[in-house]
């Protein structure tokens, strides 16, 4: 015997709160493919501006402004 998808525990939802409550579990539970990458022209790309955070240490305010 399966086990049921949902089990009010508390209260006494109507049959509208019920079904509403099951759309959106079920809406949830569906497999959606995934989104789309949106390439970026490279020239558009800032990644390369950015710089790993700086870490203590001795003389690492040297490394602090060379790229990772």
Do not use: C, F, N, Y
Not at 20 to 37: E, Y
Not at 45 to 60: E, F, S
Request: hydrophobic letters at 40%.
């Amino acid at each position: 015997m399966s086990r049921p998808l949902l089990r009010i525990v508390r209260g006494e939802p109507t049959a509208e709160e019920v079904a509403a409550v099951t759309a959106v579990v079920a809406a949830l539970s569906v497999s959606r493919p995934p989104a789309p990458s949106r390439q970026r022209p490279l020239w558009t790309d800032r990644t390369g501006l950015l710089h790993a955070p700086a870490m203590p240490g001795k003389d690492r305010w040297r490394a602090s402004g060379l790229p990772g």
